[in-house]
């Protein structure tokens, strides 16, 4: 299953996504991730592993030690580095670099081919 995690109307998009790629996202809307950071935790708790471009559920997911895969430019922030595959900050984060400027058709490559290997572990 997936989980929306970003914050403001992304209805339209969440939509457009799911009639592309048949892939439901699920969207709690009682959670406000920039009203009430202690459910915005509580739903991150929740999940098995989350999956984001660095934004405040990738630093919340860290701080919780909850599996999560970062998207990242490939000029990154300056907490990021670079030339790395973890997080100095958070060790259960994994990063995933663009190899080239607005590369994220690589980056999404890397994902799937990451996600693949787990699930084939897990079932």
Known sequence: MCFN???????QEIDGFTAETNVRIYDDETVDSLQNLDDF??????????ISTSNTAVHVAGALGKPVWN???YLPDWRWTV??????WYPTMKLFRQRQVSDWNGV??????????????EI
């Open 5 to 11: 995690l970003q914050y403001g109307d992304v209805k």
């Open 41 to 50: 935790a509580a739903q991150i708790s929740s999940l098995d592993l989350i």
């Open 71 to 73: 998207l990242i430019s």
């Open 83 to 88: 030339g790395r595959q973890n997080s100095l």
């Open 108 to 121: 999404f490559q890397q994902v799937a081919h990451s996600l693949k290997e787990l699930l084939t572990h």
